[in-house]
């Protein structure tokens, strides 16, 4: 059974940091792409960072590039999001994502509010 479980969630003011992770059982997590995606209210889910299974080469969303860091441990099954200089606009719900060809598999979801 595929389980993947967030954790690093909060509430957040303006220009603070959080971390995410995201740990993963039931796969081979070392031959999956990993994303982080998120979704605010009233709004699709959108595709924050992404870093391939191997050679950790990493993409952004224009949004969140020179804040976000997405990082992988293959070792522990765990994928991170490391997020800088938050904006209240960075307020939704993240989600983890891993896919291989046409398997893929989400997170629970864990929600980031970012507030005075």
């Known amino acids: 059974q595929v389980r993947l479980v967030e954790s690093g969630g909060g509430l957040v003011q303006p220009g603070g940091s959080l971390r995410f992770s995201c740990a993963a059982s039931?796969?081979?997590?070392?031959?999956?792409?990993t994303s982080w995606y998120r979704q605010a209210p009233g709004k699709e889910r959108e595709l924050v960072a992404t870093i391939t299974a191997v050679g950790g080469n990493t993409n952004y969303a224009d949004s969140v590039k020179g804040r976000f860091t997405i990082s992988r441990n293959n070792a522990k099954n765990t994928v991170y999001l490391q997020m800088n200089s938050l904006k209240p606009e960075d307020t939704a719900v993240y989600y983890c994502?891993?896919?291989?060809?046409?398997?893929?598999?989400w997170g629970q979801g864990t929600q980031v509010t970012v507030s005075s």
């Open positions: 994502n891993l896919r291989r060809g046409s398997v893929t598999y």
């Open positions: 039931g796969v081979t997590f070392s031959t999956y792409v």
